[in-house]
């Protein structure tokens, strides 16, 4: 026992000398959840919009107010035809038209519907997304209010509705994201380094002569970096709850067992790439390509994986961070428990049980 | 004659500590002339500043006839240097090496191609222009390196204990190659840790805690120090040494 | 009794599709219990590759060894536990103090500092006014001196050290080598392998080694007994000249730069001064001085490379 308290102590001196790497290790998550959280925001926040109304009735006049007085829009003019409409869009001045049509209050008052033509620039397809989904829900509301004062509710426009995230924060989809990127980062790359590291200096022969069991070795040098991750998700759950205003709706002790759940299959995927890499650039390089940026593509909080075409949503489903982001999207923002995410838990367990069993197994006793 | 390296008084100090410590020499056209020291005795730095990779505190030192100040890139253009680390792109062909090397010094393509046949027939390496430098033995490799060194007909060229871990056949035929450079007129600045091989050179120069205490021919220090080797030598001054911590 | 034993080791490597690189080629040996066993040979001759088969650290393709009379594939949890070894490049946290490197390896091998200090007492006295210095900030000979600390602080029954005097200068290499004598005197078994043949004359019994063969396992002075030829020592005013004009005589058999002498041997030992006197006549060299000269290690290295044709 007293070998293990060693091995612990010393990696941790290691992670502690080595300041550049450990402020790295603390800042980044926190960095990334204020770039990720508030740049998004940012971004929708003020956006130009023309808007072409052909109706100039008393309602498009009070919905165009509420959308251009909204804090995402600012209306950059009024405009009196589609080729101005176009024109604008062509020099790249707005991201959004709100165009509505010649008999926008009598289609509302006499048939109780009414058409309102939303035309983004998609070629930032989150973004116009993001501001038709914005638009949409002033307009939503704008009906809501008519219909305070109505008998017959009127509608507005095709239902559209934003669920769990009313405001569409771009935090409430960051923050599961950024948690499973940080523990890939941190459990699986810094550990895959660490044990290389031992290799290149030439002290991992000397240990392996030693009468320190190999296994042992490897779990003490892990023990460190999940510490260094348990600080990394305390920090990002207190940023999201106090500065994001992200709650955390469901279980708080499901979502740390899932946590550790999911730190110990990076952990035990970084045992396997130390396994074979010979250099800690080859360690660093296997980590980022096998693990970063399949988690910043594939688990679904940067790009839909609904959108993707087949083979890459089939893809997507060996990639551990998919399951671990749905898991902490379920229970940290829609509040679901255990029983609505048995499935995606079992499928981490597999893939933990898989990694580690051949981790183990390759984990060389001697020199290759 | 000419002299190709001078220095006088030259010193090097990295904040308090003085690495090198006013050591003056001159050295000859053609001539092998060794450095020796003990570990952190200041030869590394010396070197470095002689080939123009670092400034000297205070001093002067001039390289084949530059000064080391102001004139680092011209001394870098007329030196070739080789070090036992130094090994040539191990992923690339001996041919290649010496292409790319000569590359750099700006030879003519037509002046790369002949030298690199007459480098590859003077090593006994024809056949194997094509081989990847890393599936050479150590031996050839150190040889070759050495080649690249004075691919250019540098004035001087440095080298930094270059027989490390060579076998003794290997070694003395790496030397046989020094003495064909030294024929040539170029001169030759070496560091090695096998005494026997200081008894190879001109003379000898041997540093400790950053002084010349000792410069000679390697006959001339064995009769002032009353040894029958350089070993001998070379422990009675390093033995000398205050500088033990670093 | 025989601390360590090699019979018949073959270790390859694999070097592209099908082909493989002979590291060690059918090497036997043995070591005496409290001996000191050099194995000298130039860099690529096999002596890591053999001292990671002893240290259980690499698999054989062929042969036995055994360390302590325990098997190296099957024992090799319990020799894990006996024996210390330094390898090539001092392993040593760069980071970590002089004090938490030898903690360290004290507590993985299950003892602490105050126990075996005794053993190591000698050796770590010189570096212990350094302790708190990071071990990455020392030099070549003192990193040596922890790492053979290092090594020693559980009292292993054998020692083993891969090139320990590589790198390090003359004066520190001859009080590593006083250390490893007064080491001898508790009973360790020592394996130490060194490109410098100089080094072999202070080993009890030395095994040269190139390419992975064994040339000659004796003690020194064996060694340079088995060299019959009688060999001449040769010097004058121009060596290079000299040693051209040595070597176009078709009566010698080598002729090699030693220090100030070229060491000359010829194929049949007759009327060699007068030949050799006739070479300096003829040439015009200034200051010519013949004397027979005895062989050393290196020399019968190089006689046994040429013998066995393992240059090239």
């Given at each position: 026992m007293g070998q293990f308290i060693i091995f612990i102590k010393k990696e941790l001196l290691h992670i502690w000398r080595d300041r550049r790497t450990l402020f790295i290790l603390i800042w980044m998550p926190i960095v990334q959840i204020l770039l990720y959280g508030f740049a998004l925001t940012n971004e929708v926040k003020n956006s130009k919009i023309v808007i072409f109304d052909q109706a100039r009735d008393e309602a498009s006049r009070a919905l165009s107010q509420q959308i251009s007085s909204s804090r995402y829009f600012s209306l950059l003019k009024n405009v009196y035809s589609y080729e101005d409409v176009e024109a604008t869009f062509k020099q790249g001045k707005i991201r959004l038209a709100v165009i509505f049509p010649r008999n926008f209050r009598e289609e509302l008052m006499h048939t109780n519907h009414a058409q309102v033509q939303l035309i983004a620039d998609a070629s930032d397809p989150n973004t116009a997304n993001m501001l038709t989904n914005y638009a949409s829900s002033i307009i939503n509301d704008y009906q809501q209010s008519l219909n305070q004062n109505q008998a017959i509710p009127y509608t507005i426009r095709p239902q559209m509705r934003m669920l769990y995230n009313p405001e569409l924060k771009g935090a409430y989809s960051f923050v599961p994201g950024v948690m499973a990127l940080v523990f890939m980062l941190v459990c699986a790359m810094m550990t895959s380094i660490a044990i290389v590291k031992e290799k290149e200096l030439g002290t991992m022969e000397v240990i392996l002569v030693s009468p320190l069991k190999p296994f042992r070795i490897i779990i003490a040098k892990t023990i460190p970096y999940l510490l260094v991750s348990m600080i990394n998700i305390a920090c990002i759950l207190l940023m999201s709850v106090y500065i994001l205003d992200v709650p955390i709706v469901g279980n708080l002790a499901l979502l740390i067992g899932e946590s550790i759940l999911f730190t110990i299959t990076a952990l035990s995927i970084g045992i396997l790439i130390s396994n074979f890499a010979k250099t800690q650039q080859t360690a660093m390089f296997t980590s980022m390509m096998g693990l970063f940026l399949p988690t910043l593509?594939?688990?679904?909080?940067?790009?839909?994986?609904?959108?993707?075409p087949i083979p890459l949503q089939i893809i997507s489903n060996i990639v551990p961070s998919k399951w671990y982001y749905i898991i902490v999207k379920s229970i940290m923002i829609k509040g679901l428990g255990l029983g609505s995410v048995w499935k995606e838990t079992l499928i981490l367990v597999g893939m933990t049980t898989f990694f580690l069993g051949v981790s183990i197994r390759k984990f060389k006793i001697r020199l290759a | 004659m000419d002299k190709v390296i001078t220095a006088s008084n030259l010193t090097k100090k990295f904040g308090t500590f003085t690495a090198v410590d006013h050591i003056s020499f001159e050295v000859a056209k053609g001539e092998i002339f060794g450095f020796l020291g003990a570990n952190g005795a200041g030869k590394t730095t010396a070197m470095r500043m002689l080939c123009g990779l670092s400034l000297p505190t205070s001093g002067d030192a001039t390289v084949a006839g530059f000064d080391v100040y102001r004139e680092n890139e011209k001394i870098k253009r007329n030196i070739g240097y080789m070090s036992q680390k130094f090994s040539m792109y191990e992923d690339l062909t001996i041919r290649e090496n010496i292409r790319f090397y000569a590359g750099i010094y700006g030879m003519s393509d037509e002046a790369i191609v002949k030298k690199t046949d007459a480098l590859v027939s003077q090593l006994q390496m024809?056949?194997?222009?094509?081989?990847?430098?890393?599936?050479?033995?150590l031996g050839w490799r150190q040889k070759l390196a050495f080649s690249i060194a004075i691919v250019h007909e540098p004035a001087v060229v440095f080298l930094d204990e270059p027989t490390g871990g060579v076998d003794p056949v290997t070694r003395r035929e790496f030397w046989n190659l020094i003495y064909q450079a030294a024929a040539l007129g170029i001169t030759v600045f070496i560091t090695t840790h096998y005494m026997d091989e200081a008894e190879y050179c001109d003379r000898v120069c041997i540093m400790v805690d950053g002084r010349i205490d000792a410069l000679d021919s390697p006959a001339g220090l064995m009769k002032e120090f009353k040894s029958t080797n350089m070993d001998g030598v070379f422990l009675q001054l390093a033995r000398k040494a205050q500088r033990k911590a670093d | 009794m025989q601390s360590v034993t090699v019979s018949h080791l073959i270790k390859n490597y694999p070097a592209g599709k099908k082909s493989v690189v002979e590291a060690v080629r059918d090497v036997s040996f043995s070591v005496d219990k409290g001996e000191i066993f050099g194995i000298i040979g130039p860099d690529g001759a096999g002596k890591t590759s053999i001292f990671r088969v002893l240290t259980t650290l690499l698999l054989a393709e062929g042969g036995k060894c055994t360390v302590d009379g325990l098997d190296v594939v099957k024992d090799y949890k319990e020799i894990r536990k006996r024996i210390g070894y330094m390898p090539g490049k001092f392993s040593l946290y760069q980071d970590l103090s002089v004090q938490e490197n030898l903690e360290f390896f004290a507590t993985i091998f299950n003892t602490t500092i105050e126990k075996n200090y005794d053993l190591i007492k000698d050796i770590y006295a010189q570096i212990e006014p350094f302790k708190e210095r990071k071990a990455g900030q020392l030099s070549g000979g003192m990193k040596q001196k922890l790492a053979l600390s290092c090594a020693l602080i559980h009292k292993p029954t054998v020692l083993f050290l891969d090139e320990p005097t590589t790198g390090v200068d003359a004066v520190s290499r001859k009080e590593f080598w006083e250390m490893l004598h007064r080491l001898k005197t508790q009973g360790i078994t020592i394996l130490v392998s060194t490109?410098?043949?100089?080094?072999?004359?202070?080993?009890?019994r030395i095994a040269l080694i190139q390419k992975g063969k064994i040339l000659s396992v004796n003690t020194p002075k064996g060694i340079t007994k088995e060299f019959k030829k009688p060999m001449w020592a040769v010097r004058s005013a121009e060596m290079f000249r000299l040693m051209n004009s040595i070597l176009a005589d078709p009566a010698v058999e080598s002729c090699y730069p030693f220090g100030q002498y070229h060491h000359v041997v010829f194929h049949n030992a007759e009327n060699e001064i007068q030949k050799l006197e006739q070479i300096i006549r003829e040439g015009n060299f200034q200051n010519g001085e013949i004397k027979p000269v005895e062989p050393g290690i290196e020399d019968c290295f190089m006689a046994l490379m040429k013998e066995q044709g393992t240059h090239g």
């Open positions: 593509l594939f688990s679904g909080f940067l790009f839909p994986i609904e959108n993707m | 024809t056949g194997n222009e094509k081989t990847l430098v890393r599936e050479l033995p | 490109p410098y043949m100089d080094e072999a004359g202070l080993c009890d």
